[in-house]
T-cell receptor, first 112, second 115 residues
Framework: GQSLEQPSEVTAVEGAIVQINCTYQ??????LSWYQQHDGGAPTFLSY????GLEETGRFSSFLSRSDSYGYLLLQELQMKDSASYFC?????????????FGTGTRLLVSP | DTAVSQTPKYLVTQMGNDKSIKCEQN?????MYWYKQDSKKFLKIMFS???????INETVPNRFSPKSPDKAHLNLHINSLELGDSAVYFC??????????????FGPGTRLTVL
């Protein structure tokens, strides 16, 4: 099967930089995605790494290392509105068409 | 315009009742999903349909029955509701390309409370 582990909670202050890690156990997948979910809201797509390395999208960057079974989401210049839950997810090659497996989720709390 | 919509947003019902949740997407996607998010916020797929065909059916009690009348709609019917069914149910949609990245777009969720 597949499992993706994340820290349960991360705290930081406005303007800081925070890294949310995702370690996984899976045999073959198309790429690593990141989704953001505010309390009471729906998950929304943030970033995708199909290849190893860093992908940058504004204040957010995501990294993947398949050899280390590891990825992370980097949030820079934190704002209060970044307080949310963040999920990594993979779509396995052998686990069924279009099946997205989500990580355990990390709650980010940004304080003033 | 709402891309993925679900009704109702809240559903409170008694144990043993039967209820349905409806989902519609106007993104032109051919693949739709139902997810369950529990109280610990763990998000787990339940079902997926591609072009009205069931392609993912996780280990879900057969009290849960999805139905896709067309590519833009995916409904979820739940029979004999149990306390453990209380959760937030999300509908999502995406393109169904076989390789690479297919961003999933989620509906606003339906919070089901079984009393």
């Amino acid at each position: 099967g597949q499992s993706l582990e994340q820290p349960s909670e991360v705290t930081a202050v406005e303007g800081a930089i925070v890294q949310i890690n995702c370690t996984y156990q899976t045999s073959g997948f198309y790429g690593l995605s990141w989704y953001q979910q505010h309390d009471g809201g729906a998950p929304t797509f943030l970033s995708y790494n199909g290849l190893d390395g860093l992908e940058e999208t504004g204040r957010f960057s995501s990294f993947l290392s398949r050899s280390d079974s590891y990825g992370y989401l980097l949030l820079q210049e934190l704002q209060m509105k970044d307080s949310a839950s963040y999920f990594c997810a993979v779509r396995g090659m052998n686990t069924g068409f279009q099946k997205l497996v989500f990580g355990t989720g990390t709650r980010l709390l940004v304080s003033p | 315009d709402t891309a993925v919509s679900q009704t109702p947003k809240y559903l409170v019902t008694q144990m043993g009742n039967d209820k349905s949740i409806k989902c519609e997407q106007n993104l032109g996607h051919d693949t739709m999903y139902w997810y369950k998010q529990d109280s610990k916020k763990f998000l787990k797929i339940m079902f997926s349909y591609n072009n009205k065909e069931l392609i993912i059916n996780e280990t879900v009690p057969n009290r849960f029955s999805p139905k896709s009348p067309d590519k833009a709609h995916l409904n979820l019917h739940i029979n004999s509701l149990e306390l453990g069914d209380s959760a937030v149910y999300f509908c999502a949609s995406s393109h169904g390309r076989t390789g690479g990245h297919n961003e999933q777009f989620f509906g606003p969720g339906t919070r089901l409370t079984v009393l």
